[in-house]
């Protein structure tokens, strides 16, 4: 793509809709109220797993204020994004602790717990699943009907009469025979626990359903507006018109929001409470231990290579300890059979992902989802082989990097415009002044002054994990006075859809920004439809979509310039807020003179309102083959790489990080600075996984650490002393401007990179997440005791 | 059931309030420089007064429990988390909210500062941070950068990582200083 002077793509206008945000004026669902409005509240299930044999409701019904109270037995409805497994209420069945099983509808918060206080439910307790191992055993089954679920057929492959939601495969070339080939052969296990997405506004969602129709309306921290009706029509089998979704601004989502959640709750509570709104806040707690986390996951990795670093083979099992519903779990599982080997070319390879029902509390998309966890496993073994092979694990990677012409593992061939791992992996090396391990003897004697230090290295790499037929849309229309406004289908929940968008039309009018607005709510009765805020998708599919819509403004400008400048179509060009022809630029005609339709002197008027539309459908996607994971899943893949350098307290096991560097090559920065707020923000996440984030279980199943008291997340305190972003910019031939996706993306790899660098300051490797101080501090010690010298190899 | 008994009472439903039934109490304090006066319920919170009571929807809550700073105020000059504060322990206190950050339709320098930083992102946790913020500058305008990381250590924040938050109040308080040269 040849250098272009662009007016406002590549350079960073404040975000759009900051100043409502500083001035407290910006509306979240969380603040809003409806006349006549209800608060629910939920009874949650004591149990991990049992049968429900009794409810009694005959007190709570009795109360003064309460106004509707439900239970599964009321709500004969499945939802599931991949897989109709799970009931609006827990039906018949408890599969988690926290599950809802009962809901309350009254006039203030106050009755409803006192509702929910009153009811009794008799339960008969079952032996729960709550390991990866147990549930593999497959002796008690979460999902007794598994064999009945209606799910996405050849996308995911529940197993027969077992806890396996979905096994996923990629069979590439030849295992056997790789191994065969290797001079070498590494196995490991790696986990990881699960984690919360911890948004700072809760899932928060009202509902008002008229009592006369089948309409209902719903206001909802979501980052799926279509989604939810989509799945709520198609649950209560009404029709998509009759549901209304708005969304206004959320206080964040990370994929926590994306899907269905509280919404189809609110929604049959209004209509048992015949048509009164009906709002319901998660606590923090149920924030925690009712609504889905990160799932937990165990990797066992054997890889082959040869002497000379090649690899050569890799056989790779992930079993994701999913929780009692599959959600976005059996979509997590389905990226790492087309991503789960890491930016590496592998001959031969077999990767066998295993979503797994357990009874705690499920698991959905977050952040990258699949990635981190993926990442965990590959870029730990990266560094691991190169220890055995004892070559710089830098070396390693850039033998086996993706290029040009590599094949990746779902068969897809890389070419020069799929973006270069290799030069994302080089910047961070060179930012942090990487020159390989250091050696026992460094070691040894930095460890005399009580803080040791260590670098780093770690790739990364993802694609929108998306349906093959995503697709997106935007409306573009006029003002009288000539101001453009945009509607699009996204949500911005501070990741600067809007103000990208905005750039975009306001580069292909040519105009300047302020005069564009993308609007801030999303609505499903006006909006146009997009598939859904995930996957690191919006800035090329929207940007795609909004490029041409202001691109079908352009041409209908034209056709009514032509006539206005009586000049064929193909003379005219555009700048300035004028269409112009191209040879005689005085001969123009205004965007604002044409916006609704031209006026004549003598009062004739041609034309009319100009309105753009501009749609985009993911190209060229195919579903994987069933048996071997083989085909085209990936819309764009973002490449990207980290290099740390740490300190290490050889007392406490605290660590601070000196330097973190992260790289992705994101084709084409529309808006760099919120790029970088992306990869600073997401670095930090990353971070919360790496040393700190992880849920913790009781014999029973039950969350032990459901609060902020007990399950901490990075404060200001914990940040790295530099975070240095670098965005490359090879372009993607057919992204917006040559841009690809990178919200998802700077939290990748990040728990791989410490544990890297821990293992160079340290000479002690890391297989198990969070890396707590007090983790490494007990490793520190034991190696001392084992070794009677400290840090020896 | 709340009783709505002054102008300012909290309303009838209130988003997280839970009405204590207790006999009403007076409560007299300065809001964003205007006097307040309402017969309260002794138990409502700091919080669900300015949020029910006073409607003033910019002040967030994130936990309930005082652990992440989203319900950040500034009472007599310190920042506090309005969540674990009685209204009835603001009797004359002069509170500070986010609405009261700026005047005339102006942004004060430390709100701009957080528009051209790009020190938010989803913006729930923004109020609370401007006000932690704000109290710390009302002590010192020349804040070193551990103290700035201390003065927002309560405020939890899951998009930005926080580093833009730092340097936005860093040059708010240049700003500041020059301002009063």
């Given at each position: 793509?040849?250098?272009?002077?662009?007016?406002?793509?590549g350079?960073s206008?404040?975000?759009?809709?900051?100043?409502?945000?500083v001035?407290?004026?910006?509306?979240y669902v969380?603040d809003?109220?409806?006349?006549?409005?209800?608060?629910?509240?939920?009874?949650h299930?004591?149990?991990?797993?049992?049968?429900?044999?009794?409810?009694?409701?005959?007190?709570?019904?009795a109360?003064?204020?309460?106004?509707?109270?439900l239970t599964?037995e009321?709500l004969?409805?499945?939802?599931g994004?991949y897989?109709?497994?799970?009931?609006?209420?827990?039906?018949g069945?408890?599969?988690?602790i926290?599950?809802?099983?009962v809901a309350?509808a009254?006039?203030?918060l106050?009755t409803?717990?006192?509702?929910?206080?009153?009811?009794?439910?008799?339960y008969?307790?079952?032996?729960?699943?709550?390991t990866i191992?147990?549930a593999?055993k497959?002796?008690?089954?979460?999902h007794?009907?598994?064999?009945?679920?209606?799910?996405?057929?050849n996308?995911?492959?529940p197993q027969?009469?077992?806890?396996?939601?979905?096994w996923?495969?990629a069979i590439?070339?030849?295992?056997k025979?790789?191994?065969?080939?290797?001079d070498?052969?590494?196995?490991?296990?790696?986990?990881?626990?699960?984690?919360?997405?911890?948004?700072?506004?809760?899932?928060?969602a009202?509902?008002?359903?008229?009592?006369?129709?089948?309409?209902?309306?719903?206001?909802?921290?979501?980052q799926?507006?279509?989604?939810?009706?989509?799945?709520?029509?198609?649950?209560?089998?009404?029709?998509?018109g009759?549901v209304r979704?708005?969304v206004?601004?959320?206080?964040?989502g990370?994929?926590?929001?994306a899907?269905?959640?509280l919404?189809?709750?609110?929604?049959?509570?209004?209509?048992?409470a015949?048509?009164?709104?009906?709002?319901?806040?998660?606590?923090?707690?149920?924030?925690?231990?009712?609504l889905?986390?990160?799932?937990a996951?165990?990797?066992?990795?054997?890889?082959g290579?040869?002497y000379?670093?090649k690899?050569?083979?890799s056989?790779?099992?992930?079993?994701?300890?999913?929780?009692?519903?599959a959600?976005?779990?059996?979509?997590?599982?389905?990226?790492?059979?087309?991503?789960g080997?890491?930016?590496?070319e592998i001959?031969n390879?077999?990767?066998?992902?295993?979503?797994?029902?357990?009874?705690?509390?499920?698991?959905?998309?977050?952040?990258g989802f699949?990635h981190?966890?993926?990442?965990?496993?590959?870029?730990?073994?990266?560094?691991?082989i190169?220890q055995?092979?004892?070559?710089?694990?830098y070396?390693?990677?850039m033998?086996?990097i993706?290029?040009?012409g590599s094949v990746t593992?779902s068969?897809?061939?890389?070419n020069?415009?799929s973006?270069?791992p290799?030069?994302?992996l080089?910047?961070?090396?060179?930012?942090?002044?990487?020159?390989g391990?250091?050696?026992?003897?460094?070691?040894?004697?930095?460890?005399?002054?009580?803080k040791?230090?260590?670098?780093g290295i770690?790739c990364?790499?993802?694609?929108?994990?998306?349906?093959s037929?995503?697709?997106?849309s935007?409306?573009?229309?006029?003002?009288?006075?000539?101001?453009v406004?945009?509607?699009?289908?996204?949500?911005d929940?501070?990741?600067?859809?809007?103000?990208?968008?905005?750039?975009?039309?306001?580069?292909?009018?040519?105009?300047?920004?302020?005069?564009?607005?993308v609007?801030s709510?999303?609505?499903?009765?006006?909006n146009?439809?997009?598939?859904?805020?995930v996957?690191?998708?919006?800035?090329?599919?929207?940007g795609?979509?909004?490029?041409?819509g202001?691109?079908?403004?352009?041409?209908?400008?034209?056709?009514?310039?032509?006539q206005?400048?009586?000049?064929?179509?193909?003379?005219?060009?555009?700048?300035?807020?004028?269409?112009?022809?191209?040879?005689?630029?005085?001969?123009?005609?205004?965007?604002?003179?044409?916006a609704?339709?031209y006026l004549y002197?003598?009062?004739?008027s041609i034309?009319?309102?100009?309105i753009?539309?501009?749609?985009?459908?993911?190209?060229?996607?195919?579903f994987l083959?069933p048996?071997?994971?083989?085909?085209?899943?990936?819309?764009?893949?973002?490449f990207?790489?980290?290099g740390?350098?740490?300190?290490?307290?050889?007392?406490?096991g605290?660590?601070?990080?000196?330097?973190i560097?992260?790289?992705?090559d994101?084709?084409?920065?529309?808006?760099?600075?919120?790029c970088?707020?992306q990869?600073?923000?997401g670095?930090?996440?990353?971070?919360?996984?790496?040393?700190?984030?992880?849920f913790k279980?009781s014999?029973?199943?039950?969350?032990?650490?459901?609060?902020?008291?007990d399950?901490?997340?990075?404060?200001?305190q914990?940040?790295?002393?530099?975070v240095?972003?670098?965005?490359?910019?090879n372009?993607?031939?057919?992204?917006?401007?040559?841009a690809?996706?990178?919200g998802?993306?700077?939290m990748?790899?990040v728990?791989?990179?410490?544990a890297?660098?821990?293992?160079?300051?340290?000479g002690?490797?890391?297989?198990e997440?969070p890396?707590?101080s007090?983790?490494i501090a007990?490793?520190?010690?034991r190696?001392?005791?084992?070794?009677k010298?400290p840090?020896?190899? | 059931?709340?009783?709505?008994?002054?102008?300012?009472?909290?309303?009838?439903?209130?988003?997280?309030?839970?009405?204590?039934?207790?006999?009403?109490?007076?409560?007299s304090?300065?809001?964003?420089?205007?006097?307040?006066?309402?017969?309260i319920d002794p138990?409502?919170?700091?919080?669900?007064?300015?949020r029910?009571?006073?409607?003033?929807?910019?002040?967030?809550?994130?936990?309930?429990?005082?652990?992440?700073?989203?319900?950040?105020?500034?009472m007599?000059?310190?920042?506090?988390?309005?969540c674990?504060?009685?209204?009835?322990?603001?009797?004359?206190?002069?509170?500070?909210?986010?609405?009261?950050?700026?005047?005339g339709?102006?942004?004060?320098?430390?709100?701009?500062?957080?528009?051209?930083?790009?020190?938010?992102?989803?913006?729930?946790?923004?109020p609370?941070?401007?006000?932690?913020?704000?109290?710390?500058?009302?002590?010192?305008?020349?804040?070193?950068?551990p103290?700035i990381?201390?003065?927002?250590?309560?405020?939890?924040c899951?998009?930005t990582g926080?580093?833009?938050?730092?340097?936005?109040i860093?040059?708010t308080a240049?700003?500041?200083?020059?301002?009063?040269?």
């Amino acid at each position: 793509m040849p250098e272009k002077l662009f007016r406002h793509v590549g350079k960073s206008p404040t975000r759009s809709e900051a100043i409502e945000k500083v001035s407290g004026r910006a509306n979240y669902v969380f603040d809003l109220e409806f006349p006549g409005m209800l608060y629910a509240k939920v009874l949650h299930s004591p149990y991990a797993h049992a049968e429900i044999l009794s409810v009694d409701l005959s007190e709570a019904k009795a109360l003064t204020g309460v106004k509707a109270i439900l239970t599964g037995e009321d709500l004969p409805y499945l939802l599931g994004l991949y897989m109709l497994d799970k009931g609006i209420l827990a039906r018949g069945k408890v599969r988690y602790i926290g599950e809802p099983v009962v809901a309350v509808a009254a006039i203030d918060l106050r009755t409803a717990e006192k509702a929910i206080s009153l009811i009794k439910v008799d339960y008969k307790v079952l032996p729960a699943v709550l390991t990866i191992d147990e549930a593999l055993k497959g002796e008690i089954l979460v999902h007794k009907d598994i064999n009945d679920l209606e799910y996405v057929k050849n996308v995911f492959f529940p197993q027969p009469d077992s806890n396996i939601a979905s096994w996923n495969k990629a069979i590439k070339g030849d295992i056997k025979q790789g191994f065969a080939e290797a001079d070498v052969i590494i196995e490991n296990e790696l986990s990881l626990p699960a984690v919360a997405h911890v948004p700072l506004e809760t899932h928060v969602a009202i509902a008002k359903a008229d009592p006369f129709t089948k309409r209902v309306e719903i206001w909802t921290s979501s980052q799926s507006p279509f989604g939810v009706r989509q799945m709520l029509a198609k649950a209560l089998g009404i029709s998509q018109g009759d549901v209304r979704v708005v969304v206004p601004h959320i206080g964040g989502g990370f994929g926590g929001k994306a899907g269905i959640h509280l919404e189809p709750l609110v929604v049959v509570l209004s209509r048992a409470a015949r048509g009164k709104p009906v709002k319901i806040i998660a606590t923090r707690e149920e924030e925690f231990s009712q609504l889905p986390s990160r799932a937990a996951m165990r990797g066992r990795v054997k890889t082959g290579v040869k002497y000379d670093g090649k690899i050569t083979a890799s056989e790779i099992t992930f079993d994701w300890d999913s929780g009692a519903y599959a959600d976005y779990g059996v979509n997590v599982g389905r990226a790492a059979q087309y991503s789960g080997a890491g930016a590496y070319e592998i001959p031969n390879l077999e990767i066998n992902s295993r979503t797994l029902y357990t009874n705690k509390v499920y698991s959905t998309a977050y952040r990258g989802f699949g990635h981190l966890e993926t990442h965990w496993v590959i870029e730990r073994q990266m560094d691991l082989i190169a220890q055995a092979l004892k070559m710089d694990p830098y070396e390693f990677r850039m033998k086996n990097i993706l290029r040009e012409g590599s094949v990746t593992i779902s068969g897809e061939i890389i070419n020069q415009y799929s973006g270069r791992p290799d030069q994302c992996l080089a910047a961070v090396a060179k930012e942090i002044g990487w020159t390989g391990y250091r050696s026992k003897e460094e070691r040894e004697v930095s460890f005399k002054t009580g803080k040791v230090r260590g670098k780093g290295i770690a790739c990364l790499q993802k694609a929108p994990a998306m349906p093959s037929n995503t697709a997106t849309s935007a409306l573009l229309q006029f003002d009288a006075d000539g101001n453009v406004r945009v509607m699009i289908g996204a949500i911005d929940m501070g990741q600067g859809a809007m103000t990208v968008m905005e750039q975009i039309a306001a580069e292909v009018l040519d105009m300047p920004l302020e005069k564009v607005r993308v609007s801030s709510e999303t609505d499903t009765d006006k909006n146009p439809y997009d598939w859904s805020t995930v996957a690191s998708k919006y800035t090329f599919m929207g940007g795609k979509a909004v490029t041409r819509g202001a691109m079908d403004m352009l041409s209908q400008m034209k056709e009514v310039a032509s006539q206005i400048l009586r000049c064929p179509v193909d003379e005219l060009t555009h700048g300035q807020e004028k269409i112009f022809i191209r040879q005689n630029p005085h001969k123009a005609v205004s965007y604002q003179d044409i916006a609704m339709g031209y006026l004549y002197d003598n009062g004739n008027s041609i034309g009319g309102p100009i309105i753009g539309r501009g749609v985009y459908i993911a190209e060229g996607l195919t579903f994987l083959d069933p048996d071997k994971g083989q085909g085209l899943p990936a819309l764009d893949w973002t490449f990207g790489a980290h290099g740390v350098e740490l300190e290490v307290d050889v007392e406490t096991g605290e660590v601070q990080i000196l330097k973190i560097s992260s790289a992705f090559d994101v084709g084409k920065a529309i808006n760099p600075k919120l790029c970088e707020g992306q990869i600073i923000g997401g670095v930090l996440q990353g971070l919360g996984s790496a040393f700190m984030e992880g849920f913790k279980f009781s014999a029973e199943g039950r969350l032990l650490n459901p609060s902020f008291m007990d399950y901490k997340i990075p404060t200001s305190q914990d940040i790295p002393t530099i975070v240095v972003p670098i965005l490359i910019e090879n372009p993607q031939a057919d992204g917006p401007f040559g841009a690809r996706g990178v919200g998802e993306h700077p939290m990748i790899s990040v728990p791989s990179v410490i544990a890297n660098a821990l293992y160079d300051a340290l000479g002690i490797n890391f297989y198990e997440l969070p890396l707590s101080s007090e983790k490494i501090a007990l490793a520190i010690a034991r190696s001392e005791a084992e070794h009677k010298e400290p840090l020896s190899e | 059931m709340c009783e709505n008994q002054s102008q300012h009472g909290p309303q009838e439903h209130c988003s997280t309030y839970i009405d204590s039934q207790q006999p009403r109490v007076f409560l007299s304090c300065w809001v964003n420089g205007e006097i307040i006066s309402a017969q309260i319920d002794p138990m409502i919170t700091l919080l669900n007064f300015l949020r029910q009571g006073l409607k003033l929807l910019g002040t967030k809550e994130g936990c309930g429990e005082g652990e992440c700073g989203a319900c950040t105020i500034i009472m007599n000059g310190e920042a506090v988390n309005a969540c674990l504060i009685l209204a009835v322990e603001a009797q004359d206190a002069e509170i500070t909210t986010v609405e009261g950050l700026s005047t005339g339709g102006q942004l004060s320098i430390l709100q701009s500062e957080f528009v051209s930083q790009d020190a938010l992102q989803c913006g729930f946790c923004t109020p609370g941070m401007l006000m932690s913020a704000r109290a710390l500058l009302d002590r010192t305008l020349d804040p070193t950068d551990p103290e700035i990381k201390e003065a927002i250590a309560g405020n939890l924040c899951r998009c930005t990582g926080y580093s833009p938050i730092i340097a936005a109040i860093s040059s708010t308080a240049k700003k500041e200083r020059e301002e009063r040269k």
